[in-house]
Nanobody
């Protein structure tokens, strides 16, 4: 049974930082490309960033470029999202996702999903 478990969400003031983690189990993690998405009530799930299995390729949404960094540790079956200079519009539930094929930006192209972790940016 594949499980993706996110952690590290919380509340932070504008300009602050958070680091999200996603621990994977039940799959051969090194074979999967990983992505982070976010969603707010009433809106579609939005691509944030993705990383290839070997870390050679990454992709970022324009809205987070220069502020967010994705990384992974295949030895720990984990992927991370370092979020700096957070803005109120970054408030959302953040999800990690796994995809067997090449990295992609459309949520329907991902095979497995975590349950999400809430990030709230507010003063």
């Amino acid at each position: 049974q594949v499980q993706l478990v996110e952690s590290g969400g919380g509340s932070v003031q504008p300009g602050g930082s958070l680091r999200l983690s996603c621990a994977a189990s039940g799959l051969n993690f090194v074979l999967y490309n990983m992505g982070w998405f976010r969603q707010t009530p009433g809106k579609e799930r939005e691509f944030v960033t993705a990383i290839s299995w070997n870390t050679h390729s990454t992709s970022y949404a324009d809205s987070v470029k220069g502020r967010f960094t994705i990384s992974r540790d295949n030895a720990k079956n984990s992927v991370y999202l370092q979020m700096n200079s957070l803005k109120p519009e970054d408030t959302a539930v953040y999800y990690c996702a796994a995809r067997r094929a090449s990295i992609a930006t459309a949520p329907e192209e991902y095979d497995y999903w975590g349950q999400g972790t809430q990030v709230t940016v507010s003063s």
